[in-house]
């Protein structure tokens, strides 16, 4: 007499396996969410400051004034050739991070444009601080559940840098 084997799984065994995928993924969904809120802040800084350093870039390269300028609360820019005009390159706010705002802490309100002159150098007086924060996915702050809001910091001489405006701590880099 041969006995037959089937190798497989019981339709319980299934349900407890449905069941428990189910209760993780609620589980983490959250932090999912969260995370991707937090990542369209870093996208939508990250492409400021590249949209910076390549204004900065082409005025060096082509020994000429190139202008940086951002029109709305969204994180859309464009840099272009001043004398003669030519457009360089545009970004708008629908790629990647459109739910970051952006705002201008100073010297003053949106529209901001830059212009840097053939060795690098801003136009600005002051120092120009660009703020992404995502309202959509809560307030700024420090805590794992709070988004981690990010500024673009453009000095007269030149500089781009991008900086957390929650580090405290003297002598850190990533401080503004």
């Known amino acids: 007499m041969r006995l037959c084997r089937h190798a497989g799984f019981t339709l319980v065994e299934i349900m407890i396996g449905l069941s428990i995928m ?12 969260a995370w991707l809120q937090k990542g ?37 820019w464009s840099v272009d050739v001043v004398n003669p005009a030519e457009a360089v390159q545009a970004r ?14 100073a010297p ?3 529209p901001v444009s830059v212009e840097f002159d053939g060795l690098g150098r801003s136009n ?9 924060t995502n309202p959509t996915g809560g ?3 420090t805590g794992l559940t709070d988004m981690r809001c990010l500024n673009v910091q453009v000095t007269p001489g030149g500089t781009v840098r ?6 405290a701590t003297a002598g850190d880099t990533r401080k503004c």
């Open 22 to 33: 189910a209760i993780l993924m609620t589980m983490g969904l959250p932090s999912f969410t």
């Open 40 to 76: 369209q802040i870093r996208t939508a800084a990250e492409a400021i400051q590249n949209g910076l350093m390549l204004a900065r870039a082409e005025a060096v390269r082509r020994n000429t004034k190139v202008s940086f300028t951002m029109n709305g609360p969204g994180s859309s």
């Open 92 to 105: 708008t706010s629908a790629e990647g991070s459109h739910n970051a705002v952006v705002a201008v802490a």
């Open 108 to 110: 003053n309100a949106l």
């Open 124 to 132: 600005l007086a002051v120092n120009l601080l660009i703020q992404v």
């Open 139 to 141: 307030a700024c702050g």
């Open 162 to 167: 991008m900086c957390d405006p929650q580090v």
